[in-house]
């Protein structure tokens, strides 16, 4: 299957300082990337939905200020959590998509610890 | 809305024991269903889905069947292996293409 690779898999940042997550599509090219968190004991949240070359959309409740999501090229789509605080701390994931198609493929996730 | 509920774990289970990992949804519409496994330090994968109400799927010796009537998608395999250890996520894809997930199942399978 198509591989989607996300970096890094565990990052532990201070508080106030920003961060960010790369996902990248390796052997397709990816329309559209979705970003997910999940919080201890709870579900894989949605947060966005990326399409290359536009602006995220974001889910309800999500601060777009907050969670900034670039899609610049087909291959690669990134996260960056800006001054983050320890409520940030989740498990964060990518998923990619090819156009016309149905399936989407997972990156490996990204652990951030805010300390 | 859009929703899925699965049982929590952690899940312990002996080399060759059955399993089972309930899961039941809320939708609108008639979402397709699926399964996805992540094994320690990878992605998400998936592991097996169904479409339409009946429907089994299978892969690996696992299988699920989308039961309509009891909004249910239940994973089983009769033998597990060591192998299988891994957290299992219960999905659904609704009408906008977009996935809901459980929260996951942690199992552990001991020798």
């Known amino acids: 299957g198509a591989v989607v690779s996300q970096h890094p898999s565990r990052v532990i940042c201070k508080s106030g300082t920003s961060v960010k997550i790369e996902c990248r599509s390796l052997?397709?090219?990816?329309?559209?990337m979705f970003w997910y968190r999940q919080f201890p004991k709870q579900s894989l949240m949605l947060m966005a939905t990326?399409?290359?070359?536009?602006?995220?959309?974001?889910e309800q409740g999500v601060e777009k200020d907050k969670f900034l999501i670039n899609h610049a090229s087909l291959t690669l789509s990134t996260l960056t959590v800006t001054s983050a605080h320890p409520e940030d701390s989740s498990f964060y994931i990518c998923?990619?998509?090819?156009?016309?198609?149905?399936?989407?493929?997972f990156g490996q996730g990204t652990r951030l610890t805010v300390v | 809305g859009n929703s899925v509920t699965q049982m929590e774990g952690p899940v312990t289970l002996s080399e060759e024991a059955f399993l089972t990992i309930n899961c039941t949804y809320t939708a609108t519409g008639y979402p397709s269903l699926f399964w996805y496994v992540q094994y320690p330090g990878e992605g998400l994968q998936l592991l097996l889905k169904a479409t339409k109400a009946d429907d089994k799927g299978s892969n690996k010796g696992f299988e699920a069947t989308y039961r309509k009537e009891t909004t249910s998608f239940h994973l089983e395999k009769g033998s597990v292996q060591v192998s299988d250890s891994a957290v299992y996520f219960c999905?659904?894809?609704?009408?906008?293409?977009?996935?809901?997930f459980g929260t996951g199942t942690s199992l552990t399978v001991i020798p």
């Open positions: 052997d397709f090219q990816a329309t559209t």
């Open positions: 999905a659904l894809r609704g009408a906008g293409n977009q996935f809901y």
């Open positions: 998923s990619a998509r090819a156009g016309g198609q149905r399936e989407a493929f």
């Open positions: 990326s399409n290359e070359g536009s602006k995220a959309t974001y």
